[in-house]
């Protein structure tokens, strides 16, 4: 495979990724633009080859960023990724479902297993428990911190539900695709504060700002003065 095929990169080439068993798509990219800014510590749960992880370290190169999954390819191929964009990443071996441990994080961010049916050959994305992964997620928030996913529309009901038992100021971003219709939702909340649910208009699935030039959709919604 040459160099050019080996190496593919995201946010309009500011991350550069090797090819593996996993390679990312604009899920990726878009959950991070949701990443609010002003946190310092940062764990993505599921963090597989480091899509995410990575895209929130451009934005915000000062963070402090830890990844959490059970494949020990998936973190091998990680390290890879995060030496090729000169990035460190704390990567843990361990399952977010029983992890012992009493760390928080001022972020928790995670693009969870929600697909339904035959695992693939990187057995990522499918069958698990959606309420208790978003469960055992917040478990990891700090007083006041966030929680930040996106999932397909049709798991959006386990996730709201799940979070309206321990977040507030929940912020909800549709994101469209060719036929008019959502097929992923951003979801954004605050663990251990009040106010309601904000449901934005949404964004089409191939919005370039975000794709391409790597804006945060806070960025967005104040350029199109939504905010």
Known sequence: MSEKQAIFTLMGGRIRMHRGHYNP??????????????????LDVGIGTGGVGLCISANNPSVNLTGL???????????????????????????????????TFDLVITNPPYFRGTPAR???HHNANISAWTRKCIARVRPRGYFCTIVSADRISDIITEMHNHCGDIQIMPLFGAKHMAERVLVRGRVGVRGGDTLWSGLPMNYEPVLRDGLTIDDVLARLNWI
Do not use: F, G
Request: aromatic content about 6%; glycine content about 0%; some cysteine.
């Open 69 to 103: 999954d059970i494949s020990d390819d998936m973190l091998r191929e990680c390290k890879q990724n995060a030496d090729l964009n000169n990035t460190t990443i704390e990567l843990i071996n361990a399952d977010i479902t029983s992890w012992r441990t009493s760390r």
């Open 122 to 124: 990187h057995n990522a």
């Open 25 to 42: 798509t604009s899920d990726a990219v878009w959950l991070a633009s949701y990443a609010p800014h002003n946190v310092n510590t940062v």
